[in-house]
């Protein structure tokens, strides 16, 4: 905002810390409504397009994250429907790639261990997947903090391992779609904290040592944290 106005120079204050602007502390900026000088401070419309086109870069980053799964509902082919207690651990590993400042790609890795609970019985359930998501980063909500809210749609694809009380299985686990909804909060200029929700469906097709196999449709539903940092 404009702090100071005369006929000669106008002197202004960054209202947010976590703005960037394509000038340092003290120096002089001229106002020209033009797009000829890159160091002008032009109008908004002007400068967002300016600095869209000149002054902002894609960025790549890499980000842990961890989420507790809870199982919502399920269907396992041969099986009667059943009162059912499915949860677990989550840990993702994710490279992202910036195409514009809304759109990024993410690529990941997951590793899930899960407990699912049938009578007086566990069975214990571990999937190694990859991801490929694509997100959508909204416009930072400058009252707080300059956080970006986000919207994901991915898929998942890789090996799934049971074990029931000595009877073991193994096989493949597809996830379509991911729906993801995150909240991202800058720490510095290169970190952020994120919290993420998301709904999943699940499809896992398994092998016994008998040569029987099973199919089984779960809706999850997760809710983590992570820790991203650009590069």
Not at 87 to 98: F, I, K, M, N, S
Not at 211 to 226: M, R
């Amino acid at each position: 905002k404009a702090i100071s106005v005369t006929r000669e120079f106008t002197q202004w204050e960054i209202e947010n810390n976590f703005t960037e602007v394509p000038f340092r502390k003290g120096q002089i900026v001229t106002y020209y409504n033009t797009t000829e000088y890159l160091w002008a401070l032009a109008p908004e419309s002007i400068k967002s397009k300016l600095i869209k086109s000149n002054l902002w870069a894609p960025r790549k980053s890499f980000a842990i994250h961890s989420a507790f799964v809870r199982g919502v509902s399920e269907s396992v082919s041969g099986v009667e429907s059943e009162s059912v207690e499915r949860g677990g651990l989550q840990l993702e590993a994710y490279l992202e790639t910036e195409f514009n400042r809304h759109f990024a790609m993410g690529y990941g890795l997951r590793y899930t261990n899960e407990v699912i609970n049938v009578g007086e019985a566990s069975i214990s359930t571990t999937r190694f997947l990859g991801i490929l998501e694509g997100r959508y980063y909204f416009n930072p909500l400058r009252f707080f903090f300059g956080a970006r809210p986000s919207f994901g749609l991915g898929v998942a694809y890789g090996q799934s391992f049971t074990d029931a009380t000595g009877l073991t299985s193994a096989g493949t686990a597809i996830i379509l779609p991911i729906t993801k909804i995150g909240f991202h909060l800058p720490l510095t200029k290169i970190t952020e904290f994120s919290f993420e929700t998301a709904f999943e469906s699940l499809e896992v097709t398994e092998k016994f040592e008998t040569g029987d196999k099973q199919v089984t449709n779960v809706n999850n539903f997760k809710i983590g944290i992570a820790v991203k940092r650009f590069f």
